[in-house]
Structures are given as structure tokens and as C-alpha cells.
Nanobody, 126 residues
């Protein structure tokens, strides 16, 4: 069974930093596009950052120049370094994976991923 396990969430003050990790437990993520999503209370889940199996990367405009996504396939792990955090970054952060590709795929839409972790909570106070 493919399982994604997130960690690294927590509570920080505005301007602080956190690093999230997502481990593919029991499977090799090397052939998968990976992404981070987040969901704030009473809001839809939104794509934050993605990295595909070729290393191409995309970010949501709201996190560009503040967040960095990377992957270490040998460790079956994807990371999200979050700098200069803002209260609006508060939410539950989810890791996602998928092998599919099609023209026009953005990598930042929920419907583009079949495998999801349980999430880790990030809370940023002002």
C-alpha cells in the first residue's frame, strides 16, 4: 500500500521558517511527480508547490520566492522549506504523488494527484 507520511509542521511567528518532509513509506517515489497542497479552515485545498520526476518545479504565486520544494529520491522524500511565513500560510499541508502526465497538466491541481498523505498542521501567528 502506497503511503505518504508528512512531518515538520508546527506553530511559528510571522517571519519564521519551517521545513516539511514527506516520506513515501514502502515505495519508491522516483517515478512520481510530487506536490505540496494546503487547506485553510473553510477554504478549498490549493496547490503550493510541485516537482516532477524530471525536476521541473512550479509554485503558487503566493509562495514564490519564499518556499522551496526539493526531492531526494534515494531517501523517498520530498521537502518544502518555508521561509518568511505569514499568517495566511496557516493551514494543513498535504503531500501528494502521481505518475500520470497529460498535455496541460499543471501539477498544482488537486485532481492531478491520486495519492495523498494525512497532512501536517502549520500555524503562523502575527
Amino acid at each position: 500500500m502506497k503511503e505518504l507520511v508528512e512531518s515538520g509542521g508546527g506553530s511559528v511567528q510571522s517571519g519564521g521558517s519551517l521545513t516539511l518532509s514527506c516520506v513515501g513509506s514502502g515505495w519508491n517515489i522516483g517515478g512520481y511527480s510530487m506536490a505540496w497542497f494546503r487547506q485553510a479552515p473553510e477554504k478549498e485545498r490549493e496547490g503550493v508547490a510541485m516537482i516532477d520526476l524530471d525536476g521541473d518545479i512550479a509554485y503558487a504565486d503566493s509562495v514564490k520566492d519564499r518556499f522551496i520544494i526539493s526531492r531526494n529520491d534515494a531517501k523517498h522524500t520530498v521537502y518544502l522549506v518555508m521561509n518568511n511565513l505569514k499568517p495566511e500560510d496557516t493551514g494543513r499541508y498535504y503531500c501528494a504523488a502521481d505518475q500520470r502526465w497529460w498535455p496541460g497538466r499543471t501539477g498544482l491541481k488537486e485532481r492531478e494527484y491520486n495519492y495523498w498523505g494525512q497532512g501536517t498542521q502549520v500555524t503562523v501567528s502575527s
